[in-house]
């Protein structure tokens, strides 16, 4: 088990490990992302500027869940079984599409 958390300037890193690296929590305030499982799930996100992503992903990208804000847009996709079923929903202003 290892615990592990640094900051230098507006940079802020955090780092869990567990179970000979199997489980793996990493966060860092300019890009943060989570992993578990040898990356067969994986969550992140980034925010750059105005811009925030988010995106969710498990089980080798079959199942990919992803949400985006960029100045008043705002954007959020699903997909799931290789592409299969794909959802978006899109928000700019008071428009939205879906």
Known sequence: MEGR??????????????DGGAMEERWRSDGGRWR???????????????????????????MEEGWRSDGGVMEERWRSDGGAMEERWRRNGGVMEE
């Not at 958390?5 to 567990?18: H, I, K, T």
Request: glycine content about 26%; charged content about 35%.
């Open 36 to 62: 578990s499982d040898g990356g067969a799930m994986e969550e992140g996100w980034r925010s750059d500027g105005g811009g925030m992503e988010e995106r969710w992903r498990s089980d080798g990208g079959a």
């Open 5 to 18: 958390w640094r900051s230098d300037g507006g940079a802020m890193e955090g780092r869990w490990r567990s």
